[in-house]
């Protein structure tokens, strides 16, 4: 009895993490800490869906990241094959 009490309220403490996730918070006062909260409450989720230790949350400051710009590439002759392909993906 103890294991399946421990078990559902693994369960309840996952649903509680995953409803205490809305749009309306960030939305309300779209601020860094509101979304680092929210990207965290989001992490420990999937953590914990997948069996990991939650209790080590990633580092969330100061990064940096070096980025390139490559060649263009020219889409145009394979535009009308794409948009026809959208077509019959939405009938």
């Known amino acids: 009895m103890a294991e399946e009490a421990s078990l559902r309220m693994n369960h ?3 649903v ?3 409803v205490a996730v809305t749009g ?3 939305r309300e006062k779209p601020m860094t800490e509101r979304f680092g909260e929210t990207l965290l409450i ?4 999937v953590t914990l869906i997948e069996g990991g230790d939650a209790d080590k949350p990633p580092y969330l400051g100061k990064q940096r990241v070096q ?3 490559g060649e263009t590439i020219d ?3 394979r535009y009308p094959a794409y948009k026809s392909n959208l077509r019959q993906l939405s009938s």
């Open 42 to 45: 989001l992490w420990k989720v």
């Open 67 to 69: 980025m390139r710009v």
């Open 12 to 14: 309840m403490r996952l």
């Open 16 to 18: 509680e993490r995953v």
């Open 75 to 77: 889409v145009s002759d």
């Open 24 to 26: 309306k918070y960030v």
